[in-house]
C-alpha cells in the first residue's frame, strides 16, 4: 500500500513539472514570449528534476534517485534566484509578463523550493531507499525488471513519463530553432532559424 | 548550443526507459554539467566572477 503511495507521489510530481514545461512552453507559442537563456536554464533544471522522479517511476525509488532530483532542484533555484537579483533593484526592469503578480522566474524559485519540500515528504514517508530494498528484490543496473516490477503500475509510468519525455523533446526542438549553434542572445526578439 | 543539454537529456530518459540505468545517470551528470557551464556562458558576466 506505501509502495503505491510513493508510486502515486512520484508520477503526481512528474505530471507537475510536466505542467509547469507545458505552460512555460504554450506561453512561449501562443503569447509568442521567447524564453530567455535563463529561462531556458530553469526549464533544463525543471527537466533535470523530472528526470529523477522518473527513474523513480521506471526503477523503483531509490536514495540515489532523490539525490539527482535535490542537486538539480538547488541548481535550478540557483539559475532562478540569480534572475531574481537581476530585477530586484526597483527600475531595473523586469522580463516577462508577470503571473498573479510575480514573474516566471520568481515562481520558478518557488518551484524549486516546493520540489526540494516533496522530496523530503517522499523521503520520509519511504522507507525502502535507506533500507537497500530495491538491491534486496532483484534490480540491476541493466537488462529487464523483475516481471513483479515492471507489471506493477504500467500506466501510471507509462503516462507521466511519455509525456515528460515529448516536453523535453520540444523544448530541445524550440531552443534548437530559436538559438541555433550559437550562443542565445539576452533579449531575443525573434527565432534564429526562421524567416 | 543550448537545445544540446536537452537532446542528452531526452537520450538518458529513452536509455532508462530501455533499463540502462548507468546510462541513464550518466546522461543525466553529463547534462548537469551543461547546465551548469552554461549558466557560467551566459549568466555571470554583469556579476563580475572570476573563475
Same mark, same amino acid.
Given at each position: 500500500?506505501?509502495?503505491?503511495? +510513493?508510486?502515486?507521489?512520484?508520477?503526481?510530481?512528474?505530471?507537475?513539472?510536466?505542467?509547469?514545461?507545458?505552460?512555460?512552453?504554450?506561453? $512561449?507559442?501562443i503569447f509568442?514570449?521567447?524564453?530567455?537563456?535563463?529561462?531556458?536554464? $530553469?526549464?533544463?533544471?525543471?527537466?533535470?528534476?523530472?528526470?529523477?522522479?522518473?527513474?523513480?517511476?521506471?526503477?523503483?525509488?531509490?536514495?540515489?534517485?532523490?539525490?539527482?532530483?535535490?542537486?538539480?532542484? +538547488?541548481?535550478?533555484?540557483?539559475?532562478?534566484?540569480?534572475?531574481?537579483?537581476?530585477?530586484?533593484?526597483?527600475?531595473?526592469?523586469?522580463?516577462?509578463?508577470?503571473?498573479?503578480?510575480?514573474?516566471?522566474?520568481?515562481?520558478?524559485?518557488?518551484?524549486?523550493?516546493?520540489?526540494?519540500?516533496?522530496?523530503?515528504?517522499?523521503?520520509?514517508?519511504?522507507?525502502?531507499?535507506?533500507?537497500?530494498?530495491?538491491?534486496?528484490?532483484?534490480?540491476?543496473?541493466?537488462?529487464?525488471?523483475? $516481471?513483479? +516490477?515492471?507489471?506493477?503500475?504500467?500506466?501510471?509510468?507509462?503516462?507521466?513519463?511519455?509525456?515528460f519525455a515529448?516536453?523535453?523533446?520540444?523544448?530541445?526542438?524550440?531552443?534548437?530553432?530559436?538559438?541555433?549553434?550559437?550562443?542565445?542572445?539576452?533579449?531575443?526578439?525573434?527565432?534564429?532559424?526562421?524567416? | 548550443?543550448?537545445? &544540446?543539454?536537452?537532446?542528452? *537529456?531526452?537520450?538518458? &530518459?529513452?536509455?532508462?526507459?530501455?533499463?540502462?540505468?548507468?546510462?541513464?545517470?550518466? *546522461?543525466?551528470?553529463?547534462? &548537469?554539467?551543461?547546465?551548469?557551464? *552554461?549558466?557560467? *556562458?551566459?549568466?555571470?558576466?554583469? &556579476?563580475?566572477?572570476?573563475?
Amino acid at each position: 500500500m506505501r509502495d503505491r503511495s +510513493v508510486r502515486f507521489l512520484n508520477a503526481l510530481a512528474l505530471l507537475g513539472i510536466s505542467a509547469l514545461l507545458a505552460f512555460a512552453f504554450a506561453d $512561449q507559442i501562443i503569447f509568442s514570449d521567447l524564453p530567455c537563456p535563463l529561462c531556458i536554464l $530553469q526549464r533544463l533544471g525543471f527537466a533535470l528534476a523530472g528526470f529523477g522522479f522518473a527513474l523513480n517511476l521506471i526503477w523503483g525509488t531509490r536514495s540515489s534517485h532523490y539525490a539527482l532530483i535535490i542537486f538539480a532542484s +538547488v541548481i535550478g533555484a540557483t539559475v532562478a534566484g540569480r534572475q531574481v537579483l537581476l530585477h530586484i533593484v526597483p527600475g531595473s526592469g523586469t522580463y516577462g509578463e508577470p503571473l498573479f503578480g510575480m514573474h516566471f522566474y520568481t515562481w520558478a524559485f518557488i518551484a524549486f523550493t516546493m520540489i526540494i519540500i516533496w522530496c523530503g515528504l517522499l523521503l520520509a514517508i519511504d522507507r525502502r531507499p535507506l533500507s537497500h530494498g530495491n538491491a534486496a528484490s532483484g534490480l540491476r543496473e541493466s537488462g529487464p525488471l523483475p $516481471q513483479s +516490477v515492471a507489471a506493477s503500475g504500467k500506466w501510471i509510468t507509462a503516462l507521466p513519463v511519455s509525456i515528460f519525455a515529448l516536453l523535453i523533446g520540444l523544448n530541445a526542438l524550440s531552443t534548437f530553432v530559436e538559438c541555433s549553434t550559437g550562443i542565445c542572445p539576452a533579449d531575443p526578439s525573434h527565432y534564429e532559424l526562421l524567416p | 548550443m543550448m537545445a &544540446l543539454p536537452f537532446a542528452t *537529456l531526452l537520450i538518458g &530518459l529513452i536509455c532508462a526507459w530501455r533499463r540502462h540505468r548507468r546510462w541513464a545517470i550518466g *546522461l543525466w551528470a553529463i547534462t &548537469l554539467i551543461l547546465m551548469i557551464a *552554461l549558466f557560467l *556562458l551566459h549568466a555571470t558576466d554583469p &556579476l563580475d566572477l572570476q573563475f
